[in-house]
């Protein structure tokens, strides 16, 4: 009786020996366990003389893979760290995404420009086939493949209710490693090499801030929806992963939605170093009549998260309308929580 695990960190090796039609073990495997990133609660027990601001932008920098979040000592602060552990010749993330890619594609430059031109925010297929260099006939199949390997997604409205039909596509980087080499070490890969790297890490450590607040902070608050939803602690079960909402009128970061039952919630998120005013609790309610699809009544549900608290008034106005408050530090110990109790499970 042989009971065999293959494990690695290259699925493309993997794939080619066990699963592939050529291989000796084709069609022999019992189960595939594709191990994610993970989770930004374990960040507490890696780092745990970091505040919760410094694991988010831990989490950003390295998408939660381990051996990235090794790098980091957290007795040294960011920019620290930045300098001496990350921004140098000898960081394998710097050549990690380049060989990602060459592991798994057999001609990787166009996926190479086609990933530079959206980690730029070129986001529509026209502007991505532009920036990319590559006929638009063509980009298509160059983004399949990406989705298909989970670096790429196609979003949409999350009030789209066929999302496959929608002409609204905007294309993201979903991995969170390569979506930050991309926009800020592989610009700056020969000079970083070479051993100059004032110039990256001063850029980098500049726009961190806003890159959290754009990207990885709206993911954790749409994932901390999911995980209240999961553990029942949501006032209604959305049919989909929580989305957000774009259209000329009006812009949601956070929207998870229940069909059947005509529930809905809007969520707004920031992550700027003052506490959130009465004034962004109503720009949100205000708008609420912009993104509610169809000619039908809504029971509306508002979240807000906030890096840095809410005023008096804020919170008083949020009392009004039954909005929940989320700080940084409750989403962080409630998505705790939920490892632990998926550890316990």
């Not at 807000?304 to 005023?311: D, I, M, Q, Y």
Request: glycine content about 6%; hydrophobic content about 45%.
């Amino acid at each position: 009786q042989v009971f065999l695990v293959l494990m690695g960190s290259l699925a493309g090796i993997i794939q080619r020996a066990a699963l592939d039609y050529q291989s000796p073990l084709y069609g022999r495997a019992t189960a595939r366990l594709k191990l994610q990133p993970l989770s930004f609660g374990a960040l507490a027990h890696m780092l745990p003389n970091y505040s919760s601001e410094q694991r988010v932008a831990v989490y950003t920098i390295t998408g939660g893979v381990p051996a990235y979040i090794e790098l980091f000592d957290d007795s040294l602060n960011i920019l620290q760290n930045l300098q001496q552990r990350i921004v140098t010749p000898a960081n394998v993330m710097l050549s990690d995404a380049v060989f990602l890619l060459h592991e798994q594609l057999d001609d990787p430059r166009n996926y190479v420009a086609v990933l530079e031109a959206i980690a730029a925010g070129f986001h529509r297929l026209t502007e991505i086939a532009t920036m990319a260099g590559i006929d638009r006939s063509n980009i298509t199949k160059y983004l399949a493949v990406l989705r298909e390997l989970g670096y790429v997604e196609r979003l949409v409205p999350a009030t789209v209710r066929r999302p496959e039909k929608s002409r609204k596509g905007q294309y993201v980087i979903t991995d969170p490693y390569l979506r930050f080499y991309y926009r800020f070490l592989a610009p700056h890969r020969s000079a970083i090499e070479q051993g100059r790297v004032k110039q990256a890490t001063s850029l980098l450590y500049d726009h961190l801030l806003d890159f959290i607040g754009t990207h990885t902070f709206e993911e954790l608050c749409r994932e901390w929806v999911n995980i209240k939803a999961e553990m029942g602690e949501l006032s209604f079960l959305p049919e989909r992963t929580t989305g957000s909402f774009w259209s000329k009128q009006a812009q949601v970061d956070v929207l998870a939605i229940n069909w059947r039952t005509k529930e809905i919630l809007l969520g707004e998120c920031k992550w700027g170093p003052k506490a959130v005013g009465r004034e962004v609790i109503q720009t949100l309610i205000d708008k609420t009549e912009k993104v509610l699809p169809g000619q039908v009544t809504w029971q509306v549900h508002f979240a807000f998260f906030a890096r840095s608290g809410f005023t008096p008034a804020a919170q008083a106005l949020a009392q009004e309308h039954q909005a929940q408050l989320v700080t940084l530090a409750q989403l962080e110990s409630d998505m705790q929580r939920w490892l632990k109790s998926q550890e316990a499970g």
